[in-house]
């Protein structure tokens, strides 16, 4: 249920298509820009080097509108635009799609990777968990916060492939028992792997059964 001031808001700020400023009545899209940015692409762990991981699926390029749409999301206290993202969730049927072509077992459990405490205090918001929980919990999966961060890290932003993985190495550490379980990994952004990787990783160690990883945009690293 919408507030009173998000009311208010709506009647003088009413959302608009990240990409072509048109007004939209949900998601963060326009239907044409929807099917003009959609890039839903199943990446091959391999190519990533995650050998943790059965297959990763990316709903849109992290580039142009969406790109930014995150960064305000992530760095500019955007909170109302991270509720359309879960909107975008609900809209978009690739993801159903793609649970299908996975063929994922009955008893996944959806793990989202944990966000830096601190950064989720500054923000007051869990980026990976606005996007995916509603969409979790609406397709019947058990949203499950498995993963917590032991030691901060520095943003990825910015650093290279290896740097990455030197920067997140060791930062996770399980707290619910997840052996034997299927695991679908979620997140906002995917690009060299690193962190899902190292969340994989963990999970695997402390006996999860196949981890998948699908995250709200993503693409080539350094991006
Ligand atoms: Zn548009």
Same mark, same amino acid.
């Given at each position: &249920? ?16 990240? $990409? ?13 820009? =929807? ?5 839903? =692409? ?23 509108? +969406? @790109? ?5 999301? @992530? ?9 359309? &993202?879960?909107?975008? &969730?609900?809209?978009? $049927? ?26 989720? $205090? ?8 606005? /996007? ?12 499950? $916060?498995?993963?917590?961060? /032991? ?14 993985? @030197? ?10 028992? +997840? ?45």
């Amino acid at each position: &249920m919408p507030s009173f001031w998000q009311l208010l808001t709506d009647v003088f700020f009413p959302p608009v298509c990240v $990409e072509c400023r048109q007004r939209i009545s949900e998601g963060i899209l326009c239907p044409a820009c =929807r099917r003009k940015l959609a890039a839903f =692409r199943i990446l091959q762990p391999r190519a990533y080097c995650c050998p943790d991981i059965e297959s990763i699926c990316l709903f849109y390029s992290y580039d142009a509108a +969406i @790109k930014k749409a995150l960064h305000d999301v @992530k760095f500019h206290g955007k909170k109302r635009l991270l509720a359309a &993202m879960a909107e975008e &969730m609900a809209i978009l $049927e690739t993801p159903k799609r793609v649970c299908n072509i996975w063929n994922l077992p009955k008893n996944i459990v959806v793990v989202p990777i944990p966000t830096d405490r601190k950064r989720v $205090e500054e923000r007051g918001y869990d980026v990976p968990q606005g /996007i995916f929980r509603s969409w979790s919990l609406k397709h019947g999966f058990v949203w499950y $916060e498995a993963l917590t961060r /032991i030691r901060s890290t520095q943003p990825q932003y910015g650093l290279g492939r290896n740097e990455r993985r @030197k920067n997140v190495r060791g930062c996770f550490s399980t707290i619910k028992d +997840i052996s034997k379980r299927p695991i679908l990994l979620v997140d906002d952004i995917f690009t060299s792997g690193a962190t899902a990787e190292e969340a994989a990783h963990v999970l695997r160690k402390q006996g999860a059964g196949h981890v998948w990883v699908m995250a709200f945009a993503g693409g080539a690293e350094d991006k």
